[in-house]
C-alpha cells in the first residue's frame, strides 16, 4: 500500500484538492493507494498555530508522494512572516529534501486563442523550467532589515555552493535526455560573482552529457526569448529567484495559469502542486480551474509511481472534455459550455472511467 499525502492548503485549495481526489479515485480500484489528508498554510494556522504540523511533516516524510493545493491568503496578512502559511510550503519542501521545481508548459491546441501572443508564435511550444529551490536570495544569509546611518535599511544574500548548483544542473540534463536534449542555463555571470559560479558547474556537469546541447542566456534575455520565440525552449534551468520570475512569464503563454501543473523533487518523496495559488478572491465560488491540479496527478502517476499509462490517460481525458466544449470561467468564450469546478471534475472522472 502506497501512501499519498493531500494537504488542501487554503482559498481555492480544497475545491481543486476534490477533483485530484476525484481521478485518483479512478484508478484505486487497480492501485494499492492510501489517501491521508493532513492541513498545511493559513489552515494549519488555524487548527495549530503552525503553517507545518508536526503531524502533517511525519506523514509527509513517509509518504510516496505529496498532492499540494495551494498555500495563503490575506486573512494571515498580518501575521509576522516567520508564521505566514507559506512558511508550511517552505517547511514541507525543507523536509523533504526537494530541491527541485519542475514546470512544464504545454499549450493546449482547444484553448490557443487564450493566449497573448500569436498563434503561430504558439507552434511546437513545449518546454520546462527548472528551477532550483534551496538556494539564491530566498535562504541566503544573513538577511535582514537595519537602521544605519539613520536610514532603514534591507539586505539579503544572493548565494549558492557548488553541491547545490551541481545537482539541479544534473535534473536538468537528465530531464533533456528525455526530450529534445537541449538545456538552456540562465543566469548574470556578466554582473555577478554568483552566476559566473553558476555557470562554470553547469558547463563542468555538461562534460558527462555531450548527447545534450548546452546553451547560455542571461535573465534579461531569456524574458524576452519566452514571448518572442518561446518554441526555441526545451529545458531551461534557472536558479532559485529568476526561475520564480520566469517561470510565472511562461506559464501565461497557455492562456491561463489554471492548467498548469509543477512537481518539486531532489529528495526521497516528491510534492505536487498546481501553479496557480489560492486565489481567494474565487475561494468557494465553484469556479476555480481544476485541471492544473488534475494534470499534477498526472505528473504524479508519471513520475513517482512510473505509471505513464495513467498520465497519458489522464492528459487524453482532459483533452476529450475541452473538446466537447466544457470550459471553467477562466477559459470561457462564447460559443462553449460554462461549467463549474465539480462539473468540470466530474467529467474528466466519467472520461477516464469509460477509457480504463
Known sequence: METILLVAGDGIGPEIMEQAKRILGCFQKNMPLELIEKPIGGAAIDAYGNPF???????????????????????????????????????????????????????????????????????????????????????????????????????????YSETEIRRIAITAFDLARKGRKKVCS????????????????????????????????????????????????????????????????????????GLLPSASVGGTSALYEPIHGSAPDIAGKDIANPIGMMLCVAMMMESSFNKPECAALIRQSVSDVLDSGMRTTDIWSSGTDKVSTDSMGKAVERRISSLL
Do not use: C
Open 53 to 159: 504540523p508536526q503531524e502533517t511533516d511525519q506523514v509527509a516524510r513517509a509518504a510516496k508522494a505529496v498532492l499540494l493545493g495551494a498555500v495563503g491568503g490575506p486573512k494571515w496578512d498580518a501575521l509576522p512572516l516567520a508564521q505566514r502559511p507559506e512558511k508550511g510550503l517552505l517547511g514541507i519542501r525543507k523536509a523533504l529534501g526537494l530541491y527541485a521545481n519542475l514546470r512544464p508548459l504545454t499549450i493546449w491546441p482547444q484553448l490557443a486563442n487564450f493566449s497573448p501572443l500569436k498563434p503561430e508564435i504558439l507552434e511546437n511550444v513545449s518546454f520546462t523550467v527548472v528551477r532550483e529551490l534551496t538556494g539564491d536570495l530566498y535562504f541566503g544569509e544573513p538577511r535582514g532589515l537595519e537602521n544605519k546611518d539613520g536610514q532603514r535599511t534591507a539586505f539579503n544574500t544572493m548565494t
Open 186 to 257: 540562465v543566469d548574470k555571470a556578466n554582473v555577478l560573482e554568483t552566476m559566473r559560479l553558476w555557470r562554470e558547474i553547469v558547463e563542468e556537469v555538461h562534460r558527462d552529457y555531450s548527447d545534450v546541447e548546452l546553451s547560455h542566456m542571461h535573465v534579461d534575455n531569456a524574458a524576452m526569448q519566452i514571448v518572442r520565440q518561446p518554441s526555441s525552449f526545451d529545458v531551461m534551468l534557472t536558479p532559485n529567484m529568476f526561475g520564480d520570475i520566469l517561470s510565472d512569464e511562461a506559464a501565461v503563454l497557455s492562456g491561463s495559469l
